[in-house]
């Protein structure tokens, strides 16, 4: 028998589009010449070829805990993909501020999720912040009734596509390269991070607008220092103006020079905190963009990975950390009180973002239940 008419499947309606999107291209690069960091490339490509995986953990070694910067290339992620995600940026932060104020971070709740505004003051120099963030959860279900901007509502399938292939082609591979380091099993590290469990993971689009030499001068007068980022690991698309740059192992401020079709990675404090300080969680910073791109707003598109709800902030039980003299009775103590991935993030996010006024740190750190960074480097 046929099915009748209530039998079929409902079409899926398609999506209106009411924002055209702005369409977006690298800008040249700065013919200065500045001192570059040298970076370890990681070649993804290599990952699933026979001993790839043994091959590519040896070269990212040296990364991850000396530097604890690098850079990953053909991770099977098209450019035109990554253009389109910056044009989704691009369109956003050009739409009137009412629009973009919708949905705010939480901050008073440490939450990361929607439009942080570029409203704080630099301490008493007369110059704010430059920099305006919109940052999109995981397309999970219980994720599902975060709210979404207009522009991330018409573009939801492509966004949510690009968010889930950033994690599994990349992050993923990277974890799993880590856990072959510390001589876990393979999916030690990744399961802490999961892309299926709640987690405060996000994707970001982000802007530095432009402002005048002199406003640079004044609000790096305030403060030179560098951070380290509060989750696990980030991913940042080269967009061609400079203006990050790392502090070396031996204490020297050097640029991070783009790379076509490759993603710059960072490793972060709670990566720290799971290995005792053996994975270094980077120190960087954003100084003034050189003389030929100070009038360029510097775009960015990044990827945020955060450990789960459920991720205790304990050290690993790596063989390789043993070995070191890094593993205490204490960390192997199974009764002890154990603070999770995201409730370290949220509170971390809350003591940096939850003011009006940017306030100087040096000399300062941060504290929660026993996992401790330092607020600013020199």
Not at 31 to 55: T, V
Not at 310 to 338: C, F, H, W, Y
Not at 366 to 371: A, D, N, T, V, W
Request: charged content about 30%; some cysteine.
């Amino acid at each position: 028998m046929a099915p009748s008419i209530a039998d079929l499947p409902l079409p899926v309606p398609a999506v209106t589009k009411s924002i055209e999107l702005n369409s977006w291209a690298r800008p040249e690069t700065t013919k200065e010449e500045l001192d570059w960091a040298p970076l370890a490339e990681i070649d993804l490509s290599r990952y699933d070829e026979p001993g790839g995986k043994q091959e590519l953990a040896k070269q990212l070694y040296d990364a991850v805990t000396k530097v604890g910067f690098w850079v990953v290339v053909n991770t099977g992620i098209d450019d035109e993909r990554v253009l389109r995600q910056f044009s989704i940026g691009n369109t956003f932060f050009k739409q009137p501020l009412e629009e973009k104020r919708r949905y705010p971070c939480n901050f008073a709740e440490g939450e990361y999720f929607g439009y942080r505004e570029n409203s704080r003051w630099i301490g008493d120099t007369g110059v704010k912040e430059n920099v305006e963030m919109l940052n999109i959860p995981k397309p999970i279900p219980q994720l599902a009734d975060e709210p979404r901007h207009e522009i991330v509502k018409e573009n939801w399938e492509e966004i949510a596509s690009f968010h889930r292939d950033l994690h599994e082609k990349v992050a993923r591979k990277l974890f799993n390269l880590m856990s072959i380091i510390l001589e876990l099993p393979e999916d030690y590290i990744y399961n802490l991070h999961a892309y299926d469990a709640k987690s405060d993971d996000h994707l970001r689009y982000m802007i530095y607008n432009v402002r005048t030499k002199e406003e640079w001068d004044r609000a790096q007068a305030y403060s030179k220092g560098g951070h380290t980022d509060f989750g696990s690991l980030t991913l940042l698309f080269s967009q061609h103006v400079a203006g990050l740059q790392i502090r070396t192992p031996e204490g020297e401020w050097k640029y991070v020079k783009p790379v076509k079709g490759g993603i710059t990675c960072n490793a972060a404090d709670t990566l720290s905190f799971l290995t005792k300080g053996f994975i270094k969680s980077t120190i960087h910073r954003v100084v003034t963009p050189p003389a030929d791109q100070i009038d360029i707003a510097r775009l960015g598109l990044l990827y945020f990975s955060r450990p789960g709800d459920n991720a205790p902030m304990k050290a690993v039980p790596s063989p390789l950390l043993d070995r070191l003299g890094l593993l205490t009775e204490e960390d192997q103590d199974t009764e002890a009180p154990i603070v999770t991935g995201t409730a370290y993030v949220r509170a971390r996010v809350k003591d940096v973002h939850y003011k009006t006024v940017l306030t100087k740190r040096e000399g300062t750190s941060f504290e929660f239940k026993g996992l401790k960074v330092q607020n600013y480097y020199d």
